[in-house]
């Protein structure tokens, strides 16, 4: 039997293995620099073997001996992408942690065909000059909130009316998410004055993002009013002076408040707004261009909801209820719109050519009212009954004797800080496995390839089909089987 000091002499170096051939060719493929890394953590974990005596002398001679292939285990794991697809079995539609919504086909394809050649993306094809890079939005953003059933116009600050000047209408600039176009909104239009807001509004988003630190970065002051609970139109109008520049409404899109509660109506804060002459801005925060009443979800405002009743400025997410890419959206008044623009803080928060073509194809779905398009939306109007179809030929080709899989009725989540109290009914396939906790399981399916992320209730795993892809069934039927 060979001593630990025999087996650290049979150790090569990093400049011996990256002599050997099979590395040269690791070295033509991958490059020296990072081969020599992986050589280094190879020999740093046989070391290691050996000091702790791991796997008995024959084991680790064999493990020395097979240190190129060690190697080139080692260069394909770091080399990987580390961002990777998942199937995701939670149920919950709009996973912060999982990217949130996926994008529709059309989407992927617009990506692929501007992002790998030129663009227009700041070019006016018709007069050969410089143009706007979210102009290629706002066209459809204008046919989505001013030409639908009952045409979006915003009231006008000066007039208090809705004349033909107002009806400039409807604009939409584009930022890189939902925090950046609140910022950018406060900062224009609330820069060294107030904004009024009440007390109950005042959340914290994913992060530990909170509405006043964002409002501190912006250069406006917060006057808090009225209580957690309770806050009535009168508490807004007594907090209005001279310093006032703004009326804000926060959607509480995370969290409920219930039992004791008062809020003042849109339509009183559009009244007061109007009457003190100041913008009225409502950072909805996931932002539905889609009649939600239509999956069963009520009491979830939507952009054009706001905006007909009268707010000068939403503010809302592209990657929430809208079913696109990452992006913060600011809809409102078209002179508004352009002071926006206008802020040094727009370049600074702007979107690149990738997001533009994704919310692009993306908008074109839903002026074509293709909303099984988009797979957000396909998601939510899926009915039980075929998710239920679906769970059942899964569970007809698990055999594992270990494995014990049921059915049970359950409850699909919107998810992504959207429609906190909404749910949707599904039919979960619930396992419990006669050796392994349910977090052993649950560890060993995000090995797989691709991983599946999966709850775990009550000591069972729970898997929701509805947020599972009809493709990638057989993938998870194969990793169920094999558990």
Known sequence: ???????????????????????????????????????????????????????????????????????????????????????????????????????????????RETAA??????????????????????????????????????????????GVAARAAVSTIVVNNNAAAVLLALNTLADGG???????????????????DVMAKSGATLREVGTTN???????????????????????????????TEQPALPELVALAQKHKLPLMEDLGSGALFDLRSVGIDNEPGVLDSLRAGAHAVTYSGDKLLGGPQAGLISGRADLVQRMRANSLFRALRVDKLTCAALEATLLAYVRHDYSAVPALRMMRTPESEIRLRAEAVLSKITAQRLRAELIKGESLIGGGSAPSASLPTTLIAL?????????????????????????????????LRTVFPEQDPQLTHALANL
Do not use: W
């Not at 052993?440 to 691709?450: H, M």
């Open 432 to 464: 419990t496995h006669q050796k392994l906790k349910a977090e052993a399981v649950a560890t060993q399916l995000r090995s797989y390839d691709p991983p599946i992320v999966a709850r775990i209730e009550e000591g069972r795993i729970l898997l929701d």
């Open 230 to 260: 309770r806050t009535r139109i009168t508490d807004y109008e007594r907090a209005i002076n001279e310093r006032t520049k703004l009326l804000l409404r926060v959607h509480r899109s995370n969290f409920q408040i219930s039992g004791f």
């Open 117 to 162: 050649t030129y663009s227009n993306l700041e070019f006016d094809l018709q007069s050969g000059e410089r143009g706007k890079r979210d102009a290629h939005v706002d066209r459809l953003f204008r046919k989505l909130l001013s030409e639908g059933s009952g045409s979006v116009v915003p009231p006008s600050l000066e007039t208090g009316g809705t």
């Open 1 to 111: 039997m060979k001593s630990e000091t025999s087996l650290f002499r049979e150790l090569p170096s990093v400049d011996e293995l990256l002599r050997r051939p099979e590395i040269t060719q690791l070295i033509d493929s991958e490059g020296r620099s990072a081969v020599a890394d992986a050589c280094r953590v190879v020999l740093v974990r046989l070391r290691e073997e050996i000091s702790a005596g791991r796997g008995g002398h024959d084991q680790l001679t064999k493990a020395i001996a097979g240190a190129p292939e060690a190697v080139a285990r080692e260069v394909r794991r770091s080399m990987a992408c580390s961002l990777k697809p998942v199937i995701n079995a939670t149920g919950v539609i709009l996973h912060t942690n999982l990217g949130r919504a996926p994008l529709l086909a059309q989407a992927l394809d617009h990506i």
């Open 194 to 212: 107030e904004v009024i807001v009440s007390r109950g509004e005042l959340v914290e988003i994913g992060g530990s993002f909170r509405i006043p």
